[in-house]
């Protein structure tokens, strides 16, 4: 019966058409999986098998991908299965080895007629590869030849055409047989074209190697992995092995890209995969993960599928020299800052964009100036601050808070000015060495000039008593009181130091002189008023200070002195040494009488004074 006969029966009984059509359906599903199951195992002893691979039905995408596990050992057929690979569409199997071991005469015996030899059985073997969905790559494997009175063929079928080649080795010794080397003394090897499949080995010998067989009884012929041979000359002796790796490029069905996209068993199912059509064969094609991801193109992405690749985390997947940004499926490349360029290795890269180099070291230079100039400025304000503060607190614990307020209550004009540490500083050219006038135990005095041209002495004491600060500032207020022509003037004091410092007005040595020798005291010689004088000073030098008569005693002792009719007289010699220059030398004075009950400047003071009596005028 025709097809248009079982239609029309077909059609004519409903229930058959929904068996057969069931049929046909089931059909389909054995023979082609797109989706594989779940829990489909994956490894087989040490090997992984990946799905298109599988060991099951509804666990490869064919038959033709099918994979036995026999005793922990995958298998195409009766061929043993190291390794699949989805990124190269390689399957690395062992292969046999052909071999050709020609007869040799056996053990021979004589009787009284004839000698007997017995034969031996030749070893021959000429394997054959005939796997219709795998070719032979010829850009990992080679045709090798080991033998030295030998000649191999390697036959099979390329775009369906017979394909036929062979090598020959030979060698009458082993002197010219160089080991890794396959240049036709000893091993011969030869390439052979892209898309080869269904190979057979045939081993030829010359002459039976009757001339070679004490040194290589056998010859030898196989395809085999390039990377996994290398010659000997004691293969040529003895070559054990029985199997060599080889490597078999496969493709998924018997249709291109164009032909398979459209049907519902088209094996790239991931979105960012891609369909190639296999370029060794006509018929069959690739799937890819597109650029940018990696995984198993034949699953979808929750199943191990095509997943992103980050670049940048592996400096041989990109191709930038500086900065690398990944994205979707891809990456950029970029340069730093301050650098210009596409930073490829294939392009610009990045380089110093100078222009910006230049215009940020100059502001760098500028930050830098500024903060430095800042940080100077700043920590002269926190010096100065703190400078501020000690003389402050120097001014205060030198009772010039208590001054302040005792000379605002006198309200005199001839009041004691307190001078500023500044001032003194700017009047004595900072204490320079030159305008030292005096020395002295207690102290120096220095020469200033102050800013209205006023020559002043200023006393600079070595110690001072802090115990004694009331007492120091009720003579200060005395002694700026008294205006009397044979007394040192006390212009003022400055206590923002450690030690307070005593401004006198300045007297020469000669104008001194003139005070203190008068004519009219030499002259007349009045002895009464030099014993009263002589006793008061003696008075001044004594140790204990309450024993020293006051700045204000003295003064009015002084005024009684003078009322004496007849006039004073000194001795010169003597008056110049005790007045000389203020109190510079009036302290040695006090140093030589062992004075140790109050402080350098209220000594100071008292010897002021003493140091300049008059005659009365």
């Not at 049929?23 to 599903?29: E, G, K, N, R």
């Not at 000698?115 to 005939?130: F, G, I, M």
Request: aromatic fraction near 8%; include cysteine; charged fraction near 25%.
């Amino acid at each position: 019966m025709g097809l248009s006969g079982k239609l029309l029966q077909i059609i004519a009984l409903p229930g058959v058409l929904i068996i057969i059509v069931f049929a046909i359906v089931a059909a389909a599903a054995a023979t082609t999986t797109t989706i594989p199951k779940i829990d489909c195992p994956r490894k087989c002893g040490n090997v992984t098998i990946p799905f298109p691979f599988g060991f099951t039905k509804g666990c490869y995408l064919d038959e033709s991908l099918k994979i036995k596990c026999a005793s922990r050992e995958p298998m195409i057929g009766n061929i043993p299965v190291r390794n699949i690979s989805i990124d190269t569409h390689e399957v690395h199997v062992m292969t046999l080895v052909a071999r050709n071991c020609p007869e040799k005469p056996g053990p021979c015996s004589t009787t009284n007629l004839y000698s007997r030899c017995e034969d031996t059985v030749p070893d021959k073997n000429n394997p054959s590869l005939w796997l219709s969905r795998y070719t032979i790559s010829n850009s990992k494997n080679k045709f090798t030849v080991i033998g030295c009175d030998t000649s191999a063929y390697l036959t099979g079928y390329q775009n369906r055409e017979e394909y036929k080649i062979g090598c020959s080795s030979q060698c009458p010794s082993l002197n010219n047989v160089v080991n890794g080397a396959c240049s036709g003394v000893g091993c011969c090897e030869v390439a052979f074209p892209d898309g080869l499949k269904n190979i057979s080995v045939e081993v030829q010998s010359f002459q039976n190697h009757s001339e070679v067989f004490k040194f290589n009884p056998c010859g030898y012929a196989f395809v085999v992995e390039k990377s996994k041979f290398n010659f000997s000359a004691d293969y040529l002796r003895n070559y054990t092995d029985k199997r060599v790796p080889l490597v078999l490029d496969w493709a998924v069905g018997n249709l291109t890209c164009e032909e398979a996209r459209n049907k519902p068993n088209f094996a790239c199912k991931d979105i960012n995969s891609e369909c190639i059509d296999n370029q060794t064969r006509p018929d069959g094609y690739r799937c890819k993960c597109k650029q940018g991801y990696r995984g198993n193109p034949y699953l979808l992405q929750g199943q191990g599928g095509c997943q992103d690749i980050d670049e940048c985390l592996n400096p041989t997947l990109n191709n930038c020299t500086r900065q690398c940004t990944n994205g979707i499926g891809n990456y950029t490349c970029g340069c730093p800052r301050w650098y210009r360029g596409d930073g490829r290795k294939d392009g610009e890269g990045c380089s110093v964009d100078l222009a910006i180099a230049i215009k940020v070291s100059i502001g760098i230079g500028i930050g830098l100036i500024a903060m430095l100039g800042g940080s100077s400025w700043l920590f002269l304000v926190l010096q100065k601050k703190k400078y501020i503060k000690l003389k402050a607190k120097l001014f205060q614990q030198n009772g010039g808070l208590i001054l302040e307020r005792r000379l605002r209550a006198l309200g005199s004009t001839k009041k004691a000015k307190i001078f500023t540490f500044e001032e003194l500083k700017l009047a004595t050219k900072n204490y320079r060495e030159s305008r030292i006038i005096g020395r002295g135990g207690f102290g120096i005095v220095y020469k200033g000039f102050l800013p209205n041209n006023t020559i002043v002495a200023i006393k600079k004491s070595k110690t001072v008593d802090p115990d004694q600060v009331d007492q120091f500032i009720n003579e200060i207020v005395l002694l700026s009181q008294i205006d009397h022509k044979n007394v040192v003037k006390l212009l003022g004091c400055c206590l923002e130091t450690q030690v307070p410092l005593l401004v006198y007005e300045f007297v020469s040595q000669e104008d001194h002189m003139d005070e203190i020798l008068d004519k009219r005291i030499v002259e007349e010689e009045n002895n009464e008023q030099i014993k009263e004088v002589v006793k008061l000073a003696e008075r001044c030098l004594r140790v204990k200070g309450d024993e020293r008569p006051s700045m204000k005693e003295l003064a009015l002792e002084l005024e009684q002195i003078r009322m004496i009719e007849t006039h004073l007289w000194v001795n010169a010699q003597s008056n110049l040494e005790e007045a000389k220059h203020l109190h510079g030398v009036t302290s040695d004075a006090y140093e030589n009488g062992g004075s140790s009950g109050t402080t350098a400047a209220f000594d100071s003071m008292k010897d002021n004074v003493m140091s300049t009596l008059g005659d009365g005028r």
